[in-house]
């Protein structure tokens, strides 16, 4: 079994920042991409943004050059960190990891969500 377990969101005003952070643990031989994904009231869940395991990433339109995402394999942790945040970005996070176990089957795992107001 794989246990993602997030935090670091709450109310921030808008143009603030917060930082997000996803520890990952349990049955893991390989962790490839990891991401983030996120979810507003009435909505679909949409992407955010993903870094792979050799650590390029990537980022939806709406959050580039605002978001930034990065991990750390030897803590098995990616987080992103969110400046110039806009009420539009208030949403539930939630963390996604995609790998393989020791007994060599792939996984895809989610964590609870953490919950990110962008408000005045």
């Known amino acids: 079994q794989v246990q993602l377990v997030e935090s670091g969101g709450g109310l921030v005003q808008p143009g603030g920042s917060l930082r997000l952070s996803c520890v990952v643990s349990?049955?893991?031989?390989?962790?490839?991409?990891m991401g983030w994904y996120r979810q507003a009231p009435a909505k679909q869940r949409q992407w955010v943004a993903v870094?792979?395991?050799?650590?390029?990433?990537n980022y939806a339109d709406y959050v580039q050059g605002r978001f930034s995402i990065s991990r750390v394999d030897a803590n098995n942790t990616v987080s992103l960190q969110m400046n110039s945040l806009k009420p539009e970005d208030t949403a539930v996070y939630y963390c996604?990891?995609?790998?393989?176990?020791?007994?060599?089957?792939?996984?895809?795992?989610w964590g609870q969500g953490t919950q990110v107001t962008v408000s005045s």
């Open positions: 996604n990891v995609r790998g393989v176990n020791r007994d060599g089957k792939s996984f895809t795992e």
């Open positions: 349990g049955d893991i031989s390989i962790m490839y991409d």
């Open positions: 870094i792979s395991n050799r650590g390029v990433p």
